[in-house]
C-alpha cells in the first residue's frame, strides 16, 4: 500500500516520541511505500510565533540568543534521545545548527526592523517543522532504513501567497507526484507539515494545525491508497476527550460530517483536511500514536449511516457574536448583500449567521481576531444609515451536534433544544445548515462545557452498545 502518515506536535513531543514514531514505521515499511508528514515538535510553532512577536516589540537581540540556546537544547536533547548511530546523529546536528542560525539572523532583522509582516510570520514559524524533519528522517535513517527529508515546499507544496492561511495551487498535485515518486520505492521521504512555498520560493503556511492538510495534498497528489493522521487522541471521538472524558472514538464517519466536526471546532483536524482526500476518494484514517493497535476512526466517502443521527458534539471557543439591528432593515433590498460585502472586504471570515423573519436584526458569529476588523467595517459601511445598532459580545461559545443521520430525521432539535432547556442552559442564537448534518447554537462561555455534556449525555453516543442509536 501507499500510505501518506502524518504525526503531529504530540507525537514528536520530543526525541523520545520521535524514536517511537521511527519503530512504527520501520514496522510498517515492509511492503509499504511510505511518504511521512512532520509537524513541529510539540510547543515549537507557540515559542517561535511567541519569539518572533518579541523581536518585533522589544527588539532585543538578547532574547533572541536566549531563545536560540532554548531551541538548540531541545532539538539536541532530541538527537540524542532518538537517534543511536552516531554518524546519522552528526549529520543531524549539523543540519539542525545551520538552521537554528539562520532562524537566528531572521529574529535578529526583525529586531532591527522592528516590523513583522505576515510573510516574515510565514517563514520564523516555519521553523519548527524545518527542524523536526531532519531528526525524524535521521531516526529512520539510525534504524537502518534509507530516508530523505524535504521541506513542504521541495516536495512540491505549491501554493497561493495568503500568508497565514496558504492554499496549494493545482500544478502542486503534479508537481509533488513528479519529484516524490521515483524514490518512494526505496526511501521513507519525510516532508514537513504545514508548509509550502508560492511561485516565488518564498516559505508560506497553510494555517495553525496545517499539517493534516499538507498529508491530504501530499496523499492526492500521490494517489495513496490511505491517508493516516497520527494523533494523541484514539481517532475522531463523540466530543472533545477533554471535556468530556467518556467521549469515545466514532468508528466510520463519512467526509461530509468529518468535515462539518472540523469546521465547528473540534481541532483533531485541520478544516481543510478533507478536501484533497475527497477528491481522489482516498480514505482517511486516525490513529493514536500511543495506541497504535486500536483502528481509530476511519473516515471515507459514502455516507455510513449507522443509526447514531447525531454522531458527535463540539465547541468552537474564541469565538464573538455581533448583532446589527434597525427598523428600517426590514424590506430594505440589499442590507444583508452590503452587510458581507463590507466584512469580506474587511477579510472577515464568518463562521455562522442567522436572521429573524422581522428582518430588523442579523446576527452572526465571527472568530476573535475578527471582531474589530468587523466592527469598524460595518460602522464605516453604515454610519448609522439603515443599522442602527452593532454590538458585540466576546463571551460566547458556539456549540454544534453533527451527523449526517439528522438530515430527514424529524425530533431531533426538539431533543437538543430540551435537553438544553432542562439543564437550564439558555441558548443565545440558533443556526441549522440545509445539508441538515449540524445543528449549531451560541451559549455563554460560561456554560458551554455544560452544554457539551448535557448533549453528549442525551444522545450517549457509542455508549456501549457499539453503533445503536438511543432514542
Ligand atoms: N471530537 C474530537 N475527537 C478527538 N479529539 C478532539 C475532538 N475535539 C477536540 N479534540 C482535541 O484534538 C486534539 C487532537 O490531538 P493532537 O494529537 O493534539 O493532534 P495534532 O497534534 O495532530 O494537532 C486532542 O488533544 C483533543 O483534545
Ligand atoms: N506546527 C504547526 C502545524 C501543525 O499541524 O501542528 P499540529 O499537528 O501539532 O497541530 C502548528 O502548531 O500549528
Not at 98 to 106: G, P, T, V
Not at 312 to 321: P, Y
Amino acid at each position: 500500500m501507499k500510505i501518506v502518515m502524518k504525526f503531529g506536535g504530540t507525537s514528536v513531543g520530543d526525541g523520545k516520541k520521535i524514536r517511537h514514531v521511527a519503530q512504527l514505521l520501520k514496522r510498517y515499511h515492509e511492503g509499504n511505500q511510505i511518504v511521512v508528514v512532520t509537524s513541529a515538535l510539540g510547543g515549537v510553532t507557540d515559542r517561535l510565533l511567541e519569539n518572533a512577536r518579541l523581536a518585533s516589540t522589544k527588539g532585543k537581540v538578547s532574547l533572541v540568543k536566549e531563545f536560540k540556546t532554548e531551541l538548540t537544547n531541545k532539538h539536541h536533547e532530541a538527537i540524542r534521545d532518538a537517534i543511536d548511530n552516531p554518524n546519522v546523529a552528526k549529520e543531524v546536528l549539523q543540519i539542525i545548527d545551520l538552521r537554528i542560525d539562520e532562524l537566528e539572523k531572521a529574529l535578529i532583522g526583525i529586531c532591527y526592523l522592528g516590523e513583522l509582516t505576515s510573510r516574515s510570520i510565514d517563514y520564523i514559524s516555519s521553523y519548527g517543522e524545518r527542524l523536526a524533519a531532519p531528526i525524524v528522517s535521521g531516526a529512520v535513517r539510525s534504524l537502518g532504513i534509507p530516508s530523505i527529508e524535504y521541506t513542504g515546499g521541495e516536495a512540491g507544496i505549491l501554493t497561493t501567497s495568503d500568508y497565514g492561511n496558504a492554499r496549494p495551487l493545482e500544478r502542486t498535485y503534479e508537481l509533488v507526484s513528479k519529484r516524490l515518486t521515483c524514490r518512494l520505492d526505496s526511501h521513507i521521504l519525510v516532508v514537513t507539515g504545514f508548509i509550502g512555498e508560492n511561485e516565488d520560493g518564498i516559505v508560506t503556511t497553510l494555517g495553525r494545525s496545517g499539517s493534516d492538510f499538507s498529508a491530504s495534498i501530499l496523499g492526492a497528489a500521490l494517489k495513496a491508497d490511505e491517508i493516516w493522521l497520527w494523533k494523541e487522541v484514539s481517532g475522531i471521538m463523540t466530543t472533545d476527550p477533554r471535556i468530556v472524558p467518556e467521549a469515545k472514538t466514532i468508528p466510520q464517519i463519512s467526509y461530509a460530517e468529518a468535515m462539518e466536526l472540523s469546521y465547528f471546532g473540534a481541532n483533531v483536524l485541520h478544516p481543510r483536511t478533507i478536501e484533497p482526500a475527497m477528491r481522489e476518494h482516498i480514505p482517511v484514517r486516525v490513529k493514536n500514536t500511543f495506541d497504535p493497535e486500536f483502528s481509530g476512526t476511519l473516515v471515507v466517502a459514502e455516507k455510513f449511516q449507522c443509526k447514531h443521527v447525531v454522531k458527535a458534539v463540539s465547541l468552537i471557543k474564541n469565538v464573538a457574536l455581533i448583532n446589527i439591528s434597525g427598523a428600517e432593515m426590514a424590506g430594505t433590498i440589499g442590507t444583508v448583500a452590503r452587510v458581507f460585502t463590507a466584512l469580506a472586504r474587511a477579510g472577515v471570515n464568518i463562521v455562522m449567521i442567522s436572521q429573524g423573519s422581522s428582518e430588523s436584526n442579523l446576527s452572526f458569529v465571527v472568530s476573535e481576531p475578527h471582531v474589530e476588523p468587523a466592527l469598524k467595517a460595518l460602522h464605516s459601511e453604515f454610519n448609522r444609515e439603515i443599522v442602527k445598532e452593532i454590538t458585540s459580545d466576546r463571551n460566547v461559545c458556539v456549540v454544534a451536534v453533527v451527523g449526517a443521520g439528522m438530515a430527514g430525521t424529524p425530533g431531533v432539535a426538539k431533543r437538543v433544544f430540551g435537553a438544553l432547556g432542562n439543564s437550564m442552559i439558555n441558548i443565545i442564537m440558533i443556526s441549522q445548515g440545509s445539508s441538515q448534518y449540524n445543528i449549531s447554537f451560541v451559549v455563554r462561555e460560561d456554560d458551554a462545557y455544560a452544554a457539551v455534556k448535557t448533549l453528549h449525555d442525551e444522545f450517549q453516543l457509542y455508549n456501549g452498545n457499539g453503533i445503536e442509536k438511543k432514542l
